[in-house]
DNA sequence: TCAATAGTGTCTTTGAGACAATATGAC
DNA sequence: GTCATATTGTCTCAAAGACACTATTGA
């Protein structure tokens, strides 16, 4: 054998040799939309809400998936993602962030897919609902994510805990649920999670997985970044920007205390909400001082 | 068109008519070894270290890189990952993590290649130094990963911040170095981070990048979770725990305030270091309580 | 005046950080 | 006793949490 160039070992090398997975990106797109309010002097509710499109074709036929697509082969994974989001709704510059890439071998019954999910957060008033596409059914849905049970069993070197949640999902006129089932492990110092879909419903591939994780992701990091404000447009008010919080994190919280806390995250201005019904409220922009 | 059923479709599914990336996996193992201490009344301070094996054959050939290798088409990504953690250390049941994936399409020179990181935390104590591989040169450096330069520029809508890293990878004979850049950027509400490599040095593909988000991650999640523990044996000094903090951390701790904070994680034993040359150490262990 | 939301003040508890003091074994 | 590390005590300050109070608009 003699010596090669990189060059020449380049030039000879042949890419088919070894099997090959197709690789996907999915899209875990939220945002948050105002509740009907009937009585107008009262504010409205918020909800969080998911992306999600009904499948016309095999596999998961007539079932509900995240929106997402095939990884080019000049692409890169972000601009795969990127350009999944443009198409499902318009937008661009818009965050993005890769949440968690699963590799099951079965995940997919048509061949061995690797999908790489990624979780975008957008303002809902800067999308004109399902943006130009007439064929396929889109729609937003309503993400709950509720713990059912939860029960831990104590072993030699650790325990087991085992949590069920239930994943809901309801659109106006379509209610979706899955159940899950996490899997915490202490075994010595070694600690394990994993959560596995116990009852599907009408949801294609792990893609309840993916939203669950999706949601872990985000409560966790509202605690410590700043992503909440790009579910709100330019100019709010500190209760919306509360409600998204407390939509997030699933509890109520404390108006002083959660004002001390963002305060110098936001920078008042001079305008006022109109039409209320009760006192008007400062409006407010972001404003990043780290 | 007549309509197919899910296996009717499955059967005719034909996966090679898309064209798909290899993937792999690539594994930054870290543990934390003792310095020499030639004066033995003195303990001894730790390093933080990661595996890498020197490369054979091209691409990159005689740089170092990052334990890896092609996922294969039955097996998961985590399988894939404790699979190749074995065959080069030897271990199973360790703490493992998936970190990031990357999908530059030009990250290898080969072909279009996706790679899924993992980070890997084990016990030096544990490990008979690259168990197995005698072909193979591998070994264990010493990282840091040094801020050089920390530059921020205002903008219409936020700011540009750039940071220039050297990561610094060292074993007895070998001494790597490479030039990171990270750059955030805040548009409006959008943050943006990402890392470049602007003088690669020894290191092969994009794998400075990968040393480099595990750090981060590790440092991340030292903080608020227990997976320090995993660096060290079963017994352990409060002392030595508090070393692995600061070596990770990459700063001074104080004892009194370190002990109180790890005080509910640990529960002491009976027994005691032996030949010191100072007062014995109690020894603890590991104790999950949350 | 009332309904409804906007906005502020303050007390308590908790935890992080800094620093000091005492203890113990090898030599 | 001295060196070197082990272990505990306490003061301060900042942040988190709980709760109460005042302000402003439209009807």
Same mark, same amino acid.
């Given at each position: 054998?003699?010596?090669? !160039?990189?060059?020449?070992?380049?030039?000879?090398?042949?890419?088919?040799?070894?099997?090959?997975? !197709?690789?996907?990106?999915?899209?875990?797109?939220?945002?948050?939309?105002?509740?009907?309010?009937?009585?107008?002097?009262? *504010?409205?509710?918020?909800?969080?809400?998911? *992306? /999600?499109? =009904?499948?016309?074709?095999?596999?998961?036929?007539?079932?509900? &998936?995240?929106?997402?697509?095939?990884?080019?082969?000049?692409?890169?994974?972000?601009?795969? @993602?990127?350009?999944?989001? !443009?198409?499902?709704?318009?937008?661009? %510059?818009?965050?993005?962030?890769?949440?968690?890439?699963?590799?099951?071998?079965?995940?997919?019954?048509?061949?061995?897919?690797?999908?790489?999910?990624?979780? @975008?957060?957008?303002?809902?008033?800067?999308? $004109? /609902?399902?943006?130009?596409?007439?064929?396929? +059914?889109? =729609?937003?849905?309503?993400?709950?994510?509720?713990?059912?049970?939860?029960?831990?069993?104590?072993? =030699? $070197?650790?325990?087991?805990?085992?949590?069920?949640?239930?994943? !809901?999902?309801?659109?106006?006129?379509?209610?979706?649920?899955?159940?899950?089932?996490?899997?915490?492990?202490?075994?010595?110092?070694?600690?394990?999670? +994993?959560?596995?879909?116990?009852?599907?419903? #009408?949801? @294609?591939?792990?893609?309840?997985?993916?939203?669950?994780?999706? *949601?872990?992701?985000?409560? %966790?990091?509202?605690?410590?970044?700043?992503? &909440?404000?790009?579910? /709100?447009?330019?100019?709010?008010?500190?209760?919306?920007?509360?409600?998204?919080?407390?939509?997030?994190?699933?509890?109520?919280?404390?108006? &002083? %205390?959660?004002?001390?806390?963002?305060?110098?995250?936001?920078?008042?201005?001079? #305008?006022?909400?109109?039409?209320?019904?009760?006192?008007?409220?400062?409006?407010?922009?972001?404003?990043?001082?780290?």
């Amino acid at each position: 054998m003699t010596t090669q !160039s990189e060059a020449e070992f380049l030039k000879t090398y042949d890419a088919s040799k070894y099997p090959r997975p !197709s690789v996907t990106v999915d899209m875990v797109i939220f945002t948050i939309i105002d509740r009907k309010q009937p009585n107008r002097r009262k *504010l409205p509710e918020k909800d969080l809400k998911v *992306l /999600l499109i =009904k499948r016309g074709g095999h596999p998961f036929k007539d079932c509900w &998936a995240l929106p997402g697509g095939f990884v080019r082969q000049t692409e890169s994974i972000d601009a795969a @993602a990127c350009r999944e989001l !443009s198409e499902e709704t318009g937008l661009a %510059n818009v965050y993005m962030e890769q949440l968690y890439t699963w590799g099951e071998p079965q995940r997919d019954p048509r061949t061995r897919v690797i999908s790489c999910s990624y979780m @975008a957060l957008i303002d809902a008033g800067k999308i $004109t /609902l399902q943006a130009g596409d007439d064929a396929v +059914d889109a =729609k937003w849905f309503t993400v709950k994510k509720i713990l059912k049970r939860d029960k831990r069993t104590l072993t =030699k $070197t650790g325990f087991v805990q085992k949590q069920k949640f239930v994943l !809901s999902l309801v659109a106006d006129d379509t209610s979706l649920e899955t159940q899950l089932e996490k899997t915490i492990t202490i075994a010595g110092k070694v600690r394990t999670e +994993d959560e596995q879909i116990i009852v599907p419903g #009408q949801l @294609a591939f792990d893609h309840a997985r993916m939203i669950s994780y999706a *949601l872990d992701r985000m409560r %966790n990091k509202i605690e410590y970044t700043d992503i &909440a404000f790009n579910l /709100l447009p330019e100019f709010f008010t500190l209760t919306q920007l509360q409600q998204v919080y407390e939509t997030i994190l699933g509890h109520e919280l404390l108006k &002083a %205390n959660f004002r001390r806390k963002i305060e110098d995250k936001v920078i008042e201005t001079d #305008q006022f909400t109109e039409v209320t019904g009760h006192r008007p409220s400062r409006l407010y922009k972001f404003l990043s001082k780290d």
